[in-house]
């Protein structure tokens, strides 16, 4: 689907267009399906061929319908069609997260200014000053 076609008034335009053309489309079969006073070969001809047009269209338009439920339902599914947020939500994530990254950033200073107390020495995690595991002076 076009992603200029994404948005809520390009699926409301779509869907009602859809619509009228199956209405339109139902109430074309049903003028021609009327009983009419004209008995001869050629109009009731012409009449089974409106009403097999007007079928085709409104299977046509049936399946353009099914089509558009189908692309709605992927939008959806895979979170390009967003239907359950709120914004005042969004907000609210967007606080909390701030939150956090303060919280965060607070015990990295902390952590920084504590280091020397028992923290990583000269970037070893491990083994002696030298960086040897067992302890031996390297040779």
Same mark, same amino acid.
């Given at each position: 689907?076009?992603?200029?076609?994404?948005?809520?008034?390009? *699926?409301?335009?779509?869907?009602?267009?859809?619509?009228?053309?199956?209405?339109?489309?139902?109430?074309?079969?049903?003028?021609?399906?009327?009983?009419?006073?004209?008995?001869?070969?050629?109009?009731?001809?012409?009449?089974?061929?409106?009403?097999?047009?007007?079928?085709m269209d409104l299977i046509k338009n049936a399946q353009d319908l099914s089509t558009l439920i189908r692309? *709605?339902?992927? *939008?959806?599914?895979?979170?390009?069609?967003?239907?359950?947020?709120?914004?005042?939500?969004?907000?609210?994530?967007?606080?909390?997260?701030?939150?956090?990254?303060?919280?965060?950033?607070? *015990?990295?200073?902390?952590?920084?200014?504590?280091?020397?107390?028992?923290?990583?020495?000269?970037?070893?995690?491990?083994?002696?000053r030298n960086g040897n595991q067992d302890g031996n002076a390297a040779a």
């Amino acid at each position: 689907m076009d992603p200029s076609k994404r948005n809520a008034e390009a *699926l409301t335009r779509r869907l009602d267009t859809t619509c009228d053309e199956l209405m339109r489309n139902h109430a074309h079969i049903i003028s021609h399906a009327a009983i009419k006073e004209q008995t001869d070969y050629a109009s009731t001809a012409q009449n089974e061929l409106a009403i097999t047009q007007g079928s085709m269209d409104l299977i046509k338009n049936a399946q353009d319908l099914s089509t558009l439920i189908r692309n *709605l339902q992927e *939008l959806w599914l895979f979170g390009a069609l967003d239907t359950l947020t709120d914004p005042a939500d969004e907000a609210k994530d967007k606080d909390k997260a701030l939150e956090i990254a303060r919280l965060i950033e607070a *015990l990295a200073r902390k952590g920084l200014s504590g280091q020397g107390e028992g923290g990583v020495q000269n970037g070893n995690t491990h083994g002696n000053r030298n960086g040897n595991q067992d302890g031996n002076a390297a040779a």
